[in-house]
C-alpha cells in the first residue's frame, strides 16, 4: 500500500506561480511511475502530467505543455508539479497517483491516490 498526501496548493494570480508536493509513505516511490491529475468542478478528472520510476522520462498534457514540470526526489519520496504561467482555466483540485507502470496518462492504470489539494487561479 502506498498512501500518498498533496499539498501546495491555494488562491492564485493569472501568471503566477505554485509548487505542488506529493509526498509518499508506506512504499518507496522508486517502485512506482507518478502522476499528477486535475479535477474541475462539473468536469472528468484529467491527466497532467506523468514520471517514470527513476524520474528520466516526463509527459505532459497539451494543455500544460512548457508551463508546467513534473520531478520526482526518490530519495525523499516525493513528488513536484511546478505550475508557471497559471491561467484560470487551471483552476481545480490537484492530484497525485502511483502506478507501476510507465508514463501512462489514463486514469483507470493508476492504484493509488492522494486527496488532493486545491488550486484557485484568479483573472
Known amino acids: 500500500q502506498v498512501q500518498l498526501v498533496e499539498s501546495g496548493g491555494g488562491l492564485v494570480q493569472a501568471g503566477g506561480s505554485l509548487r505542488l508536493s506529493c509526498v509518499a509513505s508506506?512504499?518507496?516511490?522508486?517502485?512506482?511511475?507518478m502522476g499528477w491529475f486535475r479535477q474541475a468542478p462539473g468536469k472528468e478528472r484529467e491527466f497532467v502530467a506523468a514520471?517514470?520510476?527513476?524520474?528520466?522520462?516526463?509527459s505532459y498534457a497539451d494543455s500544460v505543455k512548457g508551463r508546467f514540470t513534473i520531478s520526482k526526489d526518490n530519495a525523499k519520496n516525493t513528488v513536484y508539479l511546478q505550475m508557471n504561467s497559471l491561467k484560470p482555466e487551471d483552476t481545480a483540485v490537484y492530484y497525485c497517483?502511483?502506478?507501476?507502470?510507465?508514463?501512462?496518462?489514463?486514469?483507470?492504470?493508476?492504484?493509488?491516490w492522494g486527496q488532493g489539494t486545491q488550486v484557485t487561479v484568479s483573472s
Open positions: 508506506g512504499r518507496t516511490l522508486s517502485s512506482y511511475g
Open positions: 514520471i517514470s520510476r527513476n524520474g528520466g522520462s516526463t
Open positions: 497517483a502511483a502506478t507501476p507502470r510507465v508514463l501512462v496518462a489514463h486514469k483507470g492504470l493508476y492504484d493509488y
